[in-house]
């Protein structure tokens, strides 16, 4: 168990340019979220997938955020045109088992948009 | 909807101390699970301990447990016998069978344990 990965850890951006994170799941759990983290704030929920399918997004994911698990490996979060207002950090988790089984998190990517 | 309410933005206490971490929720459902999160300075996010709805013990991992109270819709982290090491943002989770698997967090607390 080499726990969740997620690269890189930490992006500069100006405004209107496109970022994509990555995130490795531990290798045996068929769940991963991608959650948003602002400044004092607990992380909000912006997508979930079950293997391959992504089966739920949240409204916080506007048209401009894109998530991929080909193959229902590794992961990738992009957000295109990014804004000022999406500088955040970014968390990767995985989990398997019930619905109340733990998440495990990554260390996150931070993204600054200048 | 779900919701979670951390009230206590920041703590201190003194090492070797005991240290309770306020919790309230609020959910229409019968079945919910409750976590709680321990974030470090450097981000990541460390799962400490789960209470089931239906659980009719408080959960205890080590050092910490969770004094559940259902009928006040409260789920209040204690830790024991604080540690330097224990420093950090703490975070109350709920989730929902049929919430998509998402996790509910409420707004942290911010520990400090003072030498």
């Known amino acids: 168990d080499t726990g969740v990965s997620q690269d890189p850890r930490h992006k500069i951006t100006k405004r209107g340019q496109n970022v994509t994170f990555r995130c490795d799941p531990i290798?045996?759990?068929?769940?991963l979220y991608w959650y948003r983290q602002t400044l004092g704030q607990g992380p909000e929920f912006l997508t979930y997938?079950?293997?391959?399918?992504?089966?739920?997004k949240s409204r916080l994911l506007s048209d401009r955020f894109s998530a991929e698990r080909p193959k229902g490996s590794f992961s990738t979060l992009e957000i295109q045109r990014t804004e000022q207002g999406d500088s955040a950090m970014y968390l990767c988790?995985?989990?398997?088992?019930?619905?109340?089984?733990?998440?495990?998190f990554g260390n996150g990517t931070r993204l600054t948009v200048t | 909807a779900q919701k979670i309410t951390q009230t206590q933005p920041g703590m201190f206490v003194q090492e070797k101390e005991a240290v309770t971490l306020d919790c309230t929720y609020d959910?229409?459902?019968?079945?919910?699970?409750l976590f709680w999160y321990k974030q470090p300075s450097s981000g990541e996010m460390i799962f400490l301990i789960y209470q089931g709805s239906y659980d009719e013990q408080n959960a205890t991992e080590g050092r910490y447990s969770l004094n559940f109270q259902k009928a006040r819709k409260s789920a209040n982290l204690v830790i024991s016998a604080s540690q330097l090491g224990d420093s950090a943002m703490y975070f109350c989770a709920m989730i929902l069978p049929g919430s998509a698997r998402q996790l509910t967090f409420g707004s942290g607390t911010q520990l400090t344990v003072l030498p």
């Open positions: 290798s045996e759990h068929n769940r």
């Open positions: 988790a995985s989990s398997l088992g019930p619905y109340n089984s733990p998440l495990h």
């Open positions: 997938f079950q293997n391959e399918a992504q089966l739920e």
């Open positions: 959910t229409s459902d019968q079945s919910y699970g």
